[in-house]
């Protein structure tokens, strides 16, 4: 999955994309980084910046490497007051970012990336999955660019700072190549007046948009198949589809108490859902392929917490629905057990809606051991989505992950008490 974050200086993108790929697990790239140790090398070689081609004739000599970030040559500090002041020009030679714009899309190549720059979702990706486009005030951006200097150890005045912005705001936006604009499909964020915090969390729900389309098999055997059994094999009641978000990922977090579940919700959801299952099961001839087809994907029991995590935070920002039992196994009681903390942890690392559920009935219609499906009355119950902004805003730490999960948990009681 890629997603962009385009914008002027002093926007924040940098801040919001070093957040967003922490909080996601992906890879951070400032492309910005690469024209600024272009341009730190050629001032160390007495380059002109003016002199596209032995600029040009630089860009073999660089080495980039994308990991969790960018990794560059540290020999140059390509922050220094110099580098300001020569990179838009360096930038916007069109044979220099032809090159440059190739290396990049070479390196974010079958990677999960949130890209910083000025024109990622515009020239370098314009088949990125999310675009965002920041933007704030004139005054804003000063200000936070003076601050940024400030931290490292440049005293300018006001007029000096806005005088910087303005003149790179006016070359990224009138050159020839890439210029700094929106990309038609990208959402407009406007960070004037928001904190760090805000900010983000305003970022991370815009990049839950995405709605995953339904397959054909699950979609036949919903409207044809279990459309004539469910109903009346177990005279299934269904409250709360209201609650269940009509576009971009969600979970769905339940009790678990029989093999019977994941169809059950499955069939009272409205929208397609995934689910996760031991691994084992796909090496089955025909079922295996049958349950894939049916978006169960597989996960290793020795790995279960890492692996979950990764499968459930990818499949929910590419728009799907996940059920997710907290319990994380079938119980045999009808109370709810302590929980784990992936689902907490995926809740807060992408931000999607978590939806509170309770089945009823499948513990007599399937008890655990049982391998009879007997015709008993079931209902299913969804509550209104849990509200974790508090937790989102707090960060990624565990006291939020215990919060989050307490609060997810007291919803499905609800419901239980609801149904």
């Known amino acids: ?91 916007k030679h069109p044979l220099i970012r032809r090159e440059i714009v190739e290396i990049q899309r070479n390196l974010i190549q079958g990677k999960n990336v949130v890209i910083e720059g000025r024109d990622a979702g515009t020239i370098i990706v314009p088949t990125a999955d999310v675009k965002i486009f920041l933007t704030a005030t004139d005054e804003e951006r000063i200000r936070r660019r003076k601050n940024e200097l400030h931290t490292r150890g440049e005293i300018l005045t006001d007029s000096e700072v806005a005088l910087s912005v303005r003149k790179r705001d006016q070359i990224d936006s009138e050159r020839e190549i890439a210029p700094l604009r929106p990309a038609k ?58 609650h269940i978000p009509r576009r971009g990922g969600f979970i769905i977090a339940t009790n678990h108490r029989s093999h019977l579940d994941p169809m059950i919700v499955g069939y009272a959801s409205p929208r397609m859902l995934s689910f996760m299952a031991r691994d084992n099961l796909f090496k089955i001839p025909l079922f295996g392929w049958f349950i894939r087809s049916l978006n169960a994907n597989p996960i290793r029991r020795g790995q279960a917490d890492l692996g979950a995590l990764r499968l459930g935070i990818r499949l929910l920002f590419e728009g799907k629905g996940l059920v997710i039992f907290p319990e994380g196994t079938r119980s045999r009681t009808a109370e709810m057990g302590a929980g784990k903390p992936g689902l907490a942890m995926m809740a807060l690392r992408t931000g999607v809606p978590v939806i509170p559920g309770w089945v009823e009935g499948t513990q007599n219609s ?24 508090d937790f989102l805003r707090q960060g990624l730490v565990r006291d939020n992950y215990n919060g989050a999960l307490a609060r997810i948990l007291e919803a499905i009681k609800k419901c239980r008490v609801a149904s």
Not at 42 to 51: E, N
Not at 64 to 86: A, C, H, M, Q
Not at 194 to 216: A, D, M, P, V, Y
């Open 1 to 91: 999955m890629i997603i962009t974050i385009d914008g002027p200086a002093g926007s924040g993108k940098s801040t919001q994309a070093k957040l967003l790929a922490e909080r996601m697990g992906f890879s951070y790239f400032d492309t910005g980084a690469m024209y600024r140790l272009l341009t730190a090398k050629s001032l160390a070689l007495g380059i002109d910046s003016k002199d596209e081609s032995a600029l040009a004739k630089l860009i073999p000599s660089l080495k980039f490497v994308l990991g969790k970030e960018l990794l560059i040559d540290p020999t140059f500090n390509i922050r220094s007051p110099e580098v300001d002041r020569f990179v838009s020009i360096v930038a």
């Open 185 to 242: 499909e990208a959402f407009i964020v406007d960070t004037t007046g928001l904190s760090c915090e805000q900010s983000s969390l305003e970022i991370l729900k815009l990049c839950n948009q995405k709605t995953h389309r339904w397959n054909f098999l699950y979609q036949f055997l919903k409207i044809v198949g279990l459309l004539s059994i469910i109903p009346f094999y177990f005279r299934l009641k269904v409250k709360g589809k209201e």
């Open 366 to 389: 399937m008890p655990k051991d049982s391998k009879v499906i007997k015709p008993f009355p079931l209902s299913v119950t969804f509550g209104p989505p849990v509200n974790l902004d």
